[in-house]
């Protein structure tokens, strides 16, 4: 009876132990592919297209300053323009 008892066990926890090797397994790839996107590293031409934007990104921005002051000075005119017309109104 004990050996019937001894057998049964065994053969329930192989069954647990299968289950859990079928399910887990996936699971395991799966998080270990993630890890590997997040810290994958770059290849030399996704380095090169990569400061390529980055170069036309800090272009784009040295133009928008640029636009940006003189929007500035054009604003900072109007406004000394319209004091002196006060001034001279009064």
Request: net charge positive; glycine share 4%.
């Amino acid at each position: 009876m004990i050996v019937v008892e001894i057998l049964v066990g065994i053969i329930v926890a192989f069954v647990v132990l299968a289950g859990l090797a079928s399910v887990g397994a996936p699971l395991a790839n799966a998080f270990a592919e993630r890890l590997k996107m997040k810290f994958k590293e770059l290849e030399p031409s996704e380095v090169r297209q990569m400061n390529t934007r980055i170069a036309a990104l800090e272009e784009e921005i040295r133009s928008l300053k640029t636009q940006l002051s003189g929007v500035q000075e054009t604003a900072d005119y109007a406004v000394r323009m319209i004091k002196i017309e006060k001034s001279a109104v009064r």
